[in-house]
């Protein structure tokens, strides 16, 4: 079975713009959440989606938003894209009885804004 | 609001001497708790997941135990090795089902 897969690998963007990151959850899996892990830091939950709506939301502003496909593939996009954006950026697919079987995490994507 | 903390932030030991990696949580309302392997700069790796109503799991060189009640997790490694050099960082899946909510981390070096 394939796992988590998560494009691209890196990406540098300029303050200001705008990004989409994009996710396939692991075949079986039909929840996708995303989180934001500065350097030297754990993890942050940013929100995650299931059915194709969002299924809770960390602290994080309106400019992060989300999309789930059909497919269970997922999207993040940022706007406005500040300093502080910059992050190792990770999704996480998980199938029903999260409580068994947890998270499975892709390699993410890293996130360098200027 | 649950927080997760992980005790030491860094650790370096000779190669062979056993690790322990230590995790506490706030809140015990918990479905479960996972443990990942993170390598530099890289996406993060499950090793052992103990669901809330197991006391420990073990894979190979690994073990891991769970106090829900004092809201405590170790992960012991035994007889450590270099490839065993990584970031650990443990997690919680809260009753909501929705998020885990991580530790900062404990950065290990295993020294040949």
């Known amino acids: 079975e394939t796992g988590v897969t998560q494009s691209p690998t890196h990406l540098i963007k300029t303050r200001g713009q705008q990004v989409t990151l994009r996710c396939s959850s692991q075949s079986g899996h039909n929840t996708v959440s995303w989180y934001q892990q500065a350097l030297g830091q754990g993890p942050q939950f940013i929100f995650q989606?299931?059915?194709?709506?969002?299924?809770g939301r960390g602290n994080f502003p309106p400019r992060f938003s989300g999309l789930q496909f059909p497919n269970y593939s997922s999207e993040l996009n940022v706007n406005a894209l500040e300093l502080d954006d910059s992050a190792l950026y990770l999704c996480?697919?998980?199938?029903?009885?999260?409580?068994?079987?947890?998270?499975?995490f892709g390699s993410g994507t890293r996130l360098t804004v200027v | 609001k649950q927080e997760v903390t992980q005790i030491p932030a860094a650790l370096s030991v000779p190669e062979g001497e056993n690790l322990v990696l230590n995790c506490s949580f706030t809140?015990?309302?918990?479905?479960?708790l996972q443990w990942f392997r993170q390598d530099p700069g890289k996406g993060l790796t499950s090793l052992l997941l103990i669901q809330s109503s197991q006391r420990e799991q073990t894979s190979g060189r690994l073990n891991a135990s769970l106090d829900k009640s004092s809201g405590r997790s170790t992960l012991y490694i035994a007889a450590s090795q270099p490839g065993d050099s990584a970031t650990y960082l443990c997690a919680v899946t809260g009753a909501a089902g929705n998020k885990l909510t991580f530790g900062g981390g404990t950065r290990v070096l295993v020294k040949p």
């Open positions: 996480a697919s998980s199938p029903p009885l999260v409580e068994v079987y947890g998270y499975t």
């Open positions: 809140d015990s309302a918990i479905y479960n």
């Open positions: 989606y299931y059915r194709e709506e969002e299924n």
